[in-house]
């Protein structure tokens, strides 16, 4: 899934400084599953706002709502009845929320409530982790199942640098080296061998490094299949 | 017993603690409420086994988010008594009361 963190009520509360009608509207989608931004997030958000504004002396009308999803054009359409109402729409979806709300209602203000940070899973309660850079050539069979591009700082594809030290990064103490952990998986497999074989160059422009990416289903363009 | 505890206190019932939300100790705060307190079970010993606990976090939560918003967290409190403490009950209400009577009326009006 998509993961976020929440922006500081300060940056949100400035964001919204010059507003007396707002709508915070939460995503059902990954922000949901990661806590951040689902229905119950946005009333917390709603009632923290209230409560700083009312402190302020500068009340606010505040509503919510969470969409199924933010990232589909045929769930923010439920909105275009009530998008004139508010001075603003504060989105606690990941980046593309804001987005395609702006692309739909282009005379309309949309604020992001969260920083979207990567795509990953939840480790355990509470904390997640980067899995998957979506880089667009996916080799992860190739490495035991562990994706150095998105695991390995450098995105090494050959093997540790020499940062790596007893099976930590040197970017941080508590980032593991995931080319200690691919080598340790390969040996323990018995396929070390596999790590000397010489792959062809990643193609990066499948990447972002090739610019804003798109992907298209032909047989779903033509209609529902 | 015939304990008497002050009558700042407006009592709103749960089956448990766990049934408290984030949401409504927000709520009664940004409704007046000068503070709010949580009175669970003692630790270790709620009948749904930590409904107590996550009532605990729970407040913790609203603590940081009143912080962060400039506003005394002691307003929230979570105490731990059994429902055989009358008299526990009494003196936490009195104490919580005469906290919050020290610290003044909220700034949220």
């Not at chain 1, 933010?70 to 769930?75: A, F, K, V």
Request: net charge negative; proline share 4%; aromatic share 6%.
């Amino acid at each position: 899934m998509i993961v976020a963190d929440r922006k500081s009520l300060d940056e949100i509360l400035g964001m919204v400084a010059d507003k007396d009608k707002i709508l915070i509207l939460g995503c059902k989608g990954c922000v949901t599953v990661c806590n951040v931004g689902g229905l119950k997030e946005a009333e917390i958000l709603a009632a923290s706002i209230k409560i700083a504004r009312k402190k302020e002396g500068t009340d606010i009308e505040i509503d919510t709502q969470a969409l199924e999803r933010q990232c589909d054009n045929e769930y923010v359409s439920q909105i275009k009845d009530s998008v004139a109402d508010y001075q603003a729409v504060v989105s606690m979806a990941c980046g593309v929320g804001p987005q395609f709300l702006s692309e739909m209602y282009p005379d309309h203000v949309f604020y992001p409530a969260v920083n979207t940070t990567f795509f990953g899973g939840a480790v355990q309660h509470g904390v997640w982790e980067e899995r998957c850079a979506g880089c667009g050539t996916c080799g992860i069979h190739l490495f035991g199942g562990l994706c150095p591009i998105a695991r390995c700082a450098k995105s090494l594809l050959h093997g540790p640098c020499g940062g790596s030290s007893n099976g930590i990064c040197e970017v941080h103490k508590d980032t593991a080296c995931i080319w200690d952990a691919i080598v340790k998986k390969k040996m323990e497999t018995g396929h070390l061998e596999d790590l000397a074989a010489v792959k062809p160059f990643k193609d990066w422009r499948t990447a972002r490094d090739g610019g804003p990416r798109r992907s298209i289903r032909e047989e779903l363009v033509k209609g529902n299949i | 017993m015939r304990l008497s505890y002050p009558a700042d206190v407006k009592i709103i019932q749960v089956p448990c603690t766990g049934r408290v939300d984030i949401i409504h100790l927000l709520n009664a705060l940004e409704d007046g409420a000068d503070g709010v307190y949580v009175a669970g079970c003692l630790e270790g010993e709620c009948h749904y086994l930590e409904g107590n606990y996550k009532a605990r976090r729970k407040v913790e939560y609203v603590k940081k988010t009143l912080k962060e918003l400039g506003i005394e967290p002691e307003r929230v409190q979570m105490y731990n008594l059994s429902s055989a403490q009358g008299a526990r009950f009494a003196e936490i209400a009195n104490e919580m009361v005469q906290h919050i009577t020290d610290l003044g009326p909220t700034p949220v009006r």
